[in-house]
T-cell receptor, first 112, second 113 residues
C-alpha cells in the first residue's frame, strides 16, 4: 500500500517563528508533491507543489524535496495566527492517472 | 468566474436512501476526482475520471457510483450499500500538465441518520 505519512500534531509555534512541517512517502516512483492548507470545515487549498529535488520558494512558504530520503517538507516563515490550519501533504504516483495519495495532515497552531 | 462548485453544502438523509452530490466545473479540465474525508483523516479517493464517458474506481468505491456524461459535470451517488456514508465529500479537477495539481470545490457535508 503506497502511503504518505505526516505527524498529526498539533505543532505549536509562536507568531513570527518558522513552522516546519514534514512528510514522508513510500512510493519511490512518486513524481510530484503537493502541500494543501485546510481550515476547519473548509476544503483544501493548494499552497505549493514541487517535483525537483531541492527548494522551491513562494513568498513566506518554502517546499523542500529530497527524493533519496523520500522526504518532503514545508517551511512557513514569519508564521501568523491566520496560518493556523491543517496542512495536507500529497504525492502523485508514477502512473498517468493523476491520482494523489494524501497524508492525514498536520495541525499547525500559531500562538499570538 | 472560473471554479468548481458543489451542491448542496449540507445534506441530510435517512439511512437506506440513495443521494446524489453535484460537482460542476467551468475550468475546462478533463480530469475530475471525488474524495471522502472523515474527521481527523486525510482524503481518500472514491472515483476519478480522466475524460468524458470514462471513469475509474478509486480506493474506496464500494457503495458509490458516478457518471461523466459532460466535461463540466461529475456527479457522485452515495447508495444505500455504503455502510458509513456520513462524511465530508470533496470534488476536485486537474488541469493538463505534468505537475498534476488538483483544485478542490467547497465540499458537501453529508449526514445520514
Amino acid at each position: 500500500q503506497k502511503e504518505v505519512e505526516q505527524n498529526s500534531g498539533p505543532l505549536s509555534v509562536p507568531e513570527g517563528a518558522i513552522a516546519s512541517l514534514n512528510c514522508t512517502y513510500s512510493d519511490q516512483g512518486s513524481q510530484s508533491f503537493f502541500w494543501y492548507r485546510q481550515y476547519s470545515g473548509k476544503s483544501p487549498e493548494l499552497i505549493m507543489f514541487i517535483y525537483s529535488n531541492g527548494d522551491k520558494e513562494d513568498g513566506r512558504f518554502t517546499a523542500q524535496l529530497n527524493k533519496a530520503s523520500q522526504y518532503v517538507s514545508l517551511l512557513i516563515r514569519d508564521s501568523q495566527p491566520s496560518d493556523s490550519a491543517t496542512y495536507l501533504c500529497a504525492a502523485m504516483g508514477s502512473s498517468n492517472t493523476g491520482k494523489l495519495i494524501f497524508g492525514q495532515g498536520t495541525t499547525l497552531q500559531v500562538k499570538p | 468566474d472560473g471554479g468548481i462548485t458543489q451542491s448542496p453544502k449540507y445534506l441530510f438523509r435517512k439511512e437506506g436512501q440513495n443521494v446524489t452530490l453535484s460537482c460542476e466545473q467551468n475550468l475546462n479540465h478533463d480530469a475530475m476526482y471525488w474524495y471522502r474525508q472523515d474527521p481527523g483523516q486525510g482524503l481518500r479517493l472514491i472515483y476519478y475520471s480522466q475524460i468524458v464517458n470514462d471513469f475509474q474506481k478509486g480506493d474506496i468505491a464500494e457503495g458509490y457510483s458516478v457518471s461523466r456524461e459532460k466535461k463540466e459535470s461529475f456527479p457522485l451517488t452515495v447508495t444505500s450499500a455504503q455502510k458509513n456514508p456520513t462524511a465530508f465529500y470533496l470534488c476536485a479537477s486537474r488541469p493538463p500538465g505534468l505537475a498534476g495539481e488538483q483544485y478542490f470545490g467547497p465540499g458537501t457535508r453529508l449526514t445520514v441518520t
